[in-house]
């Protein structure tokens, strides 16, 4: 499991949407339309990831990836994040531990 920065996950997010976009063969001005954001938040989106939730979820919702953002959501390990971190941390065990 990696656990990653939130700058990391800004530059994924704008990965996500410019790849998803390009890949679709839409233009930005297709995009904003379709979503109703503007041109210029669609290509700070896609440089830096940057924007509030309502638009990354229009965004998202027209470029059909509700349901990715949607999964990234759902917690299935029942792990808290202090868990997943120490999980994610945790030295491996040098020598076993003394009898009583």
């Not at 979503?35 to 919702?61: Q, W």
Request: net charge positive; charged share 25%.
């Amino acid at each position: 499991m990696q656990l990653l920065t939130p700058s990391d996950t800004l530059q994924a997010i704008a990965h996500c949407v410019k790849s998803t976009r390009l890949k679709s063969n839409i233009t930005i001005a297709e995009l904003a339309t379709r979503s109703a954001v503007g041109t210029a938040t669609l290509s700070r989106i896609e440089k830096r990831g940057v924007c509030s939730t309502d638009i990354l979820v229009r965004v998202f919702a027209a470029l059909g990836l509700l349901d990715r953002l949607l999964d990234a959501l759902q917690t299935n390990d029942g792990h808290s994040i202090a868990e997943l971190r120490k999980l994610h941390t945790a030295k491996p065990r040098q020598r076993a531990r003394k009898k009583r």
